[in-house]
């Protein structure tokens, strides 16, 4: 597809683009046993990547095993029937690969960078843990320390990562996006092995994955290994659908966290919002860039730089399978307290909301996000990333590419009344992060 | 044809990336010094229509006479120049999707810029205003000053944040490397306009600074730009170095940071450390990854995998133009922090009592060359390599032959670099956590020292 290269003339005035990646260059197929697989050539480096995309996230738990998608993607690397404890690793290494993985609420993914002759080794060392992972007691043992401090440096160093799971716990009564990704310390200590066992068999099968590989390969090498590694490993059922939908919410909700070292107060509304498919994912995209994206946003400049009620602003709309969650977080100023802060928040909202937003401001996102899109596309990992995000979510990779039609498509008014419909008190929550105990003694 | 510009050294490199060759190359660029001093890197990326510019000054957080003046110095240069205000810079930028960052470091400092190549224009005539024509207006910069301040005190909330300078202060105590990057609050908090102005106008000089320029643009048209654009930028800057950075720790300390409300202990172990321009840069960094520098080294593996202390361990040498350091860094919960040390110091100590096998130098070779490639992909990464050629001296060859220096190393070569290297007695540590909890158990380590994460300035 060329329409990319027109789009971005006329949208921008692009000089013309030689090298950028189009959709045609992007080759597909499926194995017979489901799993999809996506190739793109690139040369620009002597390396190749390989993403697994795995549809299995803290939304496939329920009470007693929150976390164990995240916990399962660190013992998806503790050892299988070829590659005993230890060995995926020290192999990969070996050959010059590095890999990591990340879990979110939707999925869990599996990142292997390597010099592109070891690509046939990926290929081994994937098809082993994906078909034979072999779940010693111990390293379980082990490893629910790692996930621990992994939770508490977490908590540690970050506020918004304390806020935020507080925030999730109350937004969210009904579906599992109430709990956080690494999930409760008491279920981190507590899962069992069956658990883990049925996690993989239900959801590390081949027709639960989307791969991609981009790099210095050749795409008939790539489908060759794939039917010969990835085919033989069997489909299993479809995992169960999370079929909870999260009730209406009918009035606004509050919570309060307490952390001593806290130097101001922390601030995080949260507003329920459609899923990542839903058609007014793209004007919420632009209102979230049009409040916080940037220090002329509407956020910055008023919250920041006019008033200095805050130090940061910003939005987080996360890529979501269900109905999900808006995102606002400020950090007050020294000497701000969380009401004023919350206050002045609350104004710029109603102002997008009662005077909507200005054409001005349509034209700097559109514009933004298409350079964004450009850096993103710059390196084969970027590539890699937003391809597979796009084939997940949009279950057509292609949509990657219709972007800037996409954004064209919306309006200041499309904008102004996803504001209305989602940005409302009674559809919000809102979370306090200070350094003074919760108490009836503070309010009287 | 450039007849302003002197060319004083082309660099020709014939190809991109050889991927059968499986070579890892650096693509072609040019160097050169314009009348002015100005120093100009250029290499054309043209796979996406992006461009970054780096405009790199050889003046840090070194040349402070007042800690955080290089650091604020440089972000005071982005509140409104060429006729334009802050808010109006920024508008401008924002609206095109173009980025243009400040900041200081130890011992340059940086304004770095972003955008679509359609925008080329634009965006040089704002980064030239933004290094010659800065308002330093008075109360943008009281506003900036009171952001700064802000951001000090919130990192003092993330021991992972801080831990560093801790460890800085401590190990190059009395020695420019020791100063805080960022500044600290009691300095801050008395920064004057004519401080940070003092500091532009003694070291923004044309012949202490150069622009690199990597991605989609024409070189030829983009020089004459940059002559007309920054070619009136006039005078020089004072002489300056460096001394040499001679740590040489008479006995182990331990520098106690107090956070009463810790959930966990962070610490950082360490000591000398090597200069950028050491011959043995290259080799050093394959015995690090061996003890520290990638997931199945020696500390991750006993501190994460085998025992589960940690969610992560690592060592790295940090190398500056006089000298540099040797730390390794690591986090576990309070009442396993006794546990956690001896094991990372035990860990350390196989250097010496174990040594290196072949197979295993063999991966971290592997590992090195292959990991290598993905760091230099994008214009600004590249950027920023051309920019560290111009503070620390290296050339094309560290790309180019790194494969080269990698190879070379063998066995017998890796003992006398840890012999010569790792600092093996009267390590330094810093730890940040509940100080109540933690005095007993690190007291044990080194002399004690005790400061608070609050702190208003790092004073040892």
């Known amino acids: ?444 | 044809m450039h007849k302003i510009v002197n060319r004083l050294l082309t660099i020709l490199t014939f190809s991109v990336f050889s991927v059968s060759a499986a070579e890892f190359k650096l693509p072609v660029y040019e160097k050169l010094v314009l009348e002015n001093g100005l120093t100009l890197y250029l290499m054309e990326q043209h796979e996406v229509p992006l461009i970054d510019a780096v405009v790199t000054v050889k003046a840090g957080a070194v040349q402070d006479n007042k800690s955080g003046q290089a650091e604020m110095t440089a972000n005071a240069l982005l509140l409104g120049s060429g006729g334009l205000t802050r808010a109006e810079f920024e508008q401008q930028l924002d609206f095109i999707g173009a980025n243009i960052n400040a900041g200081g470091g130890l011992e340059a400092s940086q304004v770095a810029a972003s955008f679509a190549s359609k925008d080329e224009d634009k965006v040089l005539k704002m980064l030239a205003d933004a290094l010659l024509r800065a308002d330093f207006a008075e109360q943008e910069v009281a506003a900036y000053q009171q952001r700064h301040l802000a951001a000090l005190q919130q990192a003092q909330e993330s021991p992972k944040a801080v831990i560093g300078d801790y460890f800085n202060a401590l190990l190059f105590a009395g020695h420019p490397y020791a100063k805080q990057r960022s500044g600290n609050i009691a300095s801050v908090r008395t920064m004057q306009v004519s401080d940070l102005k003092d500091f532009y106008t003694k070291w923004y000089r044309p012949d202490n600074a150069a622009i690199s320029i990597v991605g989609d643009f024409d070189s030829d048209k983009i020089i004459s730009k940059i002559k007309a654009l920054f070619g009136n930028w006039q005078g020089n800057s004072e002489n300056f170095s460096v001394p040499p950075a001679k740590v040489k720790p008479a006995k182990a300390k331990v520098l106690l940071v107090d956070k009463p409300d810790a959930r966990e202990s962070t610490y950082i172990i360490g000591g000398k450390g090597i200069a950028r321009s050491n011959p043995d840069y290259v080799a050093l960094q394959v015995v690090n990854t061996i003890l520290g520098g990638r997931f199945t080294s020696w500390l991750n593996d006993e501190l994460r995998v085998n025992t589960g202390l940690t969610y992560g361990a690592r060592s790295s040498f940090s190398a500056y133009q006089q000298g540099g350091s040797f730390s390794i860094y690591t986090f576990t919960q309070t009442d396993k922090t006794k546990e956690a040390i001896d094991l990372t110091l035990k860990t350390y100590a196989r250097l010496w009592q174990q040594g290196i096998d072949k197979a295993t130098l063999d991966s971290a070779k592997a590992y090195v060359k292959g990991q290598f490639p993905p760091k230099y992909e994008t214009s600004g990464e590249l950027a920023e390599l051309l920019s560290g050629m111009f503070v620390y001296g290296y050339d094309e060859t560290f790309i180019n032959n790194f494969s080269d220096n990698v190879n070379a190393l063998d066995l017998d070569k890796t003992k006398s670099l840890i012999k010569q290297y790792f600092p093996k007695e009267h390590l330094q540590m810093v730890v940040i956590g509940n100080a109540d909890a933690l005095r007993p158990v690190v007291s044990e380590y080194g002399e004690l020292i005790e400061t608070k994460i609050d702190t208003q300035q790092i004073s040892l």
């Not at chain 1, 290494?93 to 879990?103: I, L």
């Not at chain 1, 072999?134 to 992994?150: A, C, K, L, T």
Request: proline fraction near 4%; charged fraction near 25%; charge should be negative.
């Open chain 1, 1 to 444: 597809m060329k329409s990319i290269l027109k789009l971005c003339l006329s949208l921008l005035l692009i000089a013309p683009v030689t090298q950028a990646t189009e959709a045609d260059d992007i080759q597909q197929f499926t194995l017979k046993n489901g799993m999809q697989i996506l190739v793109l050539e690139d040369d620009s480096i002597p390396n190749a990547n390989m993403y697994l995309f795995w549809k299995v996230g803290s939304r496939n738990e329920y009470p007693g095993i929150t976390g164990l998608s995240h916990f399962f993607e660190h013992m998806m690397f503790n050892g299988s029937e070829k590659y005993g404890p230890k060995m995926f690793d020290r192999t990969m290494e070996a050959a010059g690969g590095a890999n990591n993985a990340y879990t979110t609420e939707n999925l869990t993914v599996y990142t292997d960078w390597f010099p592109a002759d070891a690509l046939e080794l990926m290929f081994d060392l994937e098809a082993d843990r994906i078909a034979n992972l072999d779940i010693d007691p111990q390293v379980v043992e082990s490893e629910r320390g790692v996930v621990m401090s992994e939770r508490s440096t977490g908590l540690e160093n970050s506020n918004f990562r304390t806020l935020h799971e507080e925030v999730k716990g109350v937004a969210f009564r009904a579906h599992p996006y109430s709990w956080s990704v690494i999930g409760h310390d008491s279920d981190i200590a507590n899962w069992t092995l069956e658990d883990l066992r049925q996690y993989h068999k239900t959801y590390y099968a081949p027709n639960n994955a989307v791969v991609v590989i981009v790099g210095a390969v050749q795409f008939d090498e790539v489908k060759k290994l794939a039917e010969a590694y990835f085919e033989p490993i069997p489909a299993q059922p479809e995992p169960r659908k999370i079929h909870t939908v999260e009730p209406e919410q009918k009035g606004e909700r509050r919570t309060y966290v307490m952390k001593e070292s806290v130097t101001s107060p922390n601030l995080l509304m949260a507003f329920h919002i459609p899923p990542t498919g839903h058609k007014d994912n793209y004007a919420l995209q632009m209102l979230g860039d049009i409040l916080a994206n940037g220090n002329s946003s509407r956020l910055k400049q008023s919250l920041v730089f006019e008033q200095k009620l805050a130090t940061n602003v910003m939005t987080y709309i996360p890529d979501s399978f269900d109905a999900n969650l808006f995102y606002l977080y400020a950090i007050a100023t020294p000497d701000t307290s969380a009401e004023d802060l919350e206050k002045g928040l609350v104004a710029q909202i109603s102002e997008v909301i009662e005077q909507g937003v200005s054409d001005n401001e349509l034209q700097k996102v559109k514009n933004s996000r298409l350079v964004s899109f450009y850096r993103q596309m710059q390196t084969i990992n970027g590539k890699a990333d937003t391809i597979g995000t796009y084939q997940v979510y949009f279950d057509d990779y292609k949509q990657l590419f219709e972007l800037p039609a996409q954004l064209d498509k919306v309006s200041a008014a499309d904008i102004q009344r996803v504001a209305k419909t989602y940005l409302k008190k009674a559809n919000g929550t809102v979370g306090i992060l200070n350094n003074k105990e919760d108490s009836y003694a503070q309010d009287r």
